[in-house]
């Protein structure tokens, strides 16, 4: 039996579609057999954050309303072969799809599937309510912003009345620099505030829009320390225990040089 | 001298982080409160039962509300007594 795992975060802009692209793709990259949902109906994006969007032939609502079959629907990735994309219809409405379609279909899916996830729209209308309806667990993806980690509780109070209890964090685009100094908030601060566990921690990493650009998650390269946050992800999912990544290190040579001559502190 | 130099440095002594974590903390207690309506009734019957081992109290007088002001929340009761208990003092001596 899979399991099926909501991704969501109440604001948006957060990262929740980054997110679930690369920790789908680093559960592929470990062997499982993983399914990500688009639930953005109407704005979906997960197809070209993963590279896929030419792939598209029916979607979400196409599989709700029994236009076609579930299988049709599944685009499978380019680079993984247990790997396969559920797009969400780009000219319908959130009210397309009930909560009991969502709860149906994964319980459909969880016979095929090791990992089910789903990307959640922002907000907390219809969408979201679609989203979790058929999850057993969530992730809540938050920045260290006083409007993120507001909304991010609330999704808390709100996960938790839905019977999705304990949900754990990913904080996103944090920036080790400012952090030093006392101009964003820790980690520590952040689960103090929100009384959650922690699933990880991802630097901000310009590579993110590179990888984007490309269509090409970020976990699959070695360099991208997001990538390498995602990929430590990915694995706690699987009930591994792994330490959180060093957000002191310093990258790069050209960094080491300037310090070597005294520019950089 | 120092805090112009800071200035332009653009760093305040302490931090934004500790401004935020503040104001983090206020809205949230707000948001906290507004999110579960049915919060101050259990509240009112929690209280209710723990006054009654004390003392008698009206409980259709009782009442419990959250005071907002800009920076910070109270939670105000106002517990109409009818009667002491003699028991509970007589358990303690």
Same mark, same amino acid.
């Given at each position: 039996?899979?399991?099926?795992?909501?991704?969501?975060?109440?604001?948006?802009?957060?990262?929740?579609? /980054?997110?679930?692209?690369?920790?789908?793709?680093?559960?592929?990259?470990?062997?499982?057999?993983?399914?990500?949902?688009? /639930?953005?109906?109407?704005?979906?994006?997960?197809?070209?954050?993963?590279?896929?969007?030419?792939?598209?032939?029916?979607?979400?609502?196409?599989? /709700?309303?029994?236009?076609?079959?579930?299988?049709?629907?599944?685009?499978?990735?380019?680079?993984?072969?247990?790997?396969?994309?559920?797009?969400?219809?780009?000219?319908?409405?959130?009210?397309?799809?009930?909560?009991?379609?969502?709860?149906?279909?994964?319980?459909?899916?969880?016979?095929?599937?090791?990992?089910?996830?789903?990307?959640?729209?922002?907000?907390?209308?219809?969408?979201?309510?679609?989203?979790?309806?058929?999850?057993?667990?969530?992730?809540?993806?938050?920045?260290?912003?006083?409007?993120?980690?507001?909304?991010?509780?609330?999704?808390?109070?709100?996960?938790?009345?839905?019977?999705?209890?304990?949900?754990?964090?990913?904080?996103?685009?944090?920036?080790?620099?400012?952090?030093?100094?006392?101009?964003?908030?820790?980690?520590?601060?952040?689960?103090?505030?929100?009384?959650?566990?922690?699933?990880?921690?991802?630097?901000?990493?310009?590579?993110?829009?590179?990888?984007?650009?490309?269509?090409?998650?970020?976990?699959?390269?070695?360099?991208?320390?997001?990538?390498?946050?995602?990929?430590?992800?990915?694995?706690?999912?699987?009930?591994?225990?792994?330490?959180?990544?060093?957000?002191?290190?310093?990258?790069?040579?050209?960094?080491?040089?300037?310090?070597?001559?005294?520019?950089?502190? | 001298?120092?805090?112009?130099?800071?200035?332009?440095?653009?760093?305040?002594?302490?931090?934004?982080?500790?401004?935020?974590?503040?104001?983090?903390?206020?809205?949230?207690?707000?948001?906290?409160?507004?999110?579960?309506?049915?919060?101050?009734?259990?509240?009112?019957?929690?209280?209710?039962?723990?006054?009654?081992?004390?003392?008698?109290?009206?409980?259709?007088?009782?009442?419990?509300?959250?005071?907002?002001?800009?920076?910070?929340?109270?939670?105000?009761?106002?517990?109409?007594?009818?009667?002491?208990?003699?028991?509970?003092?007589?358990?303690?001596?």
């Amino acid at each position: 039996m899979g399991e099926v795992i909501v991704i969501t975060s109440g604001k948006g802009g957060v990262g929740k579609t /980054t997110t679930t692209a690369n920790i789908g793709t680093g559960l592929a990259a470990l062997g499982y057999k993983v399914v990500l949902i688009d /639930t953005d109906i109407g704005l979906r994006n997960l197809d070209v954050v993963m590279g896929l969007e030419n792939r598209i032939v029916y979607d979400l609502v196409d599989v /709700t309303q029994g236009h076609c079959r579930l299988k049709q629907a599944l685009i499978k990735d380019k680079r993984f072969d247990g790997l396969f994309l559920l797009p969400a219809a780009q000219t319908k409405d959130k009210t397309a799809v009930n909560a009991e379609d969502m709860k149906k279909l994964c319980s459909e899916l969880e016979k095929e599937f090791d990992y089910i996830l789903i990307d959640c729209p922002a907000g907390i209308e219809q969408g979201f309510k679609n989203a979790i309806a058929g999850a057993q667990k969530a992730i809540i993806v938050t920045t260290p912003e006083v409007s993120a980690v507001r909304d991010a509780d609330r999704i808390i109070g709100l996960l938790e009345a839905n019977n999705l209890k304990s949900p754990r964090l990913i904080i996103n685009r944090i920036r080790p620099d400012m952090v030093k100094r006392g101009d964003m908030m820790n980690i520590d601060d952040m689960l103090d505030i929100l009384a959650i566990d922690l699933m990880g921690v991802v630097p901000d990493d310009e590579y993110i829009v590179v990888s984007t650009n490309k269509g090409e998650p970020a976990v699959l390269d070695m360099n991208s320390r997001a990538g390498q946050a995602y990929r430590n992800i990915a694995r706690r999912i699987t009930g591994e225990e792994v330490p959180l990544i060093n957000l002191e290190y310093e990258d790069g040579l050209l960094n080491k040089l300037k310090r070597l001559l005294g520019l950089k502190g | 001298m120092i805090d112009f130099l800071k200035s332009i440095l653009g760093r305040e002594p302490a931090g934004s982080k500790n401004l935020a974590k503040e104001r983090l903390r206020l809205v949230l207690v707000h948001d906290r409160a507004t999110v579960s309506p049915h919060l101050l009734e259990s509240l009112k019957e929690d209280l209710i039962k723990v006054i009654s081992n004390y003392m008698e109290i009206d409980r259709e007088a009782l009442d419990v509300q959250l005071n907002r002001d800009d920076d910070s929340v109270a939670l105000v009761a106002n517990i109409p007594v009818l009667k002491m208990k003699r028991t509970y003092q007589d358990a303690q001596v």
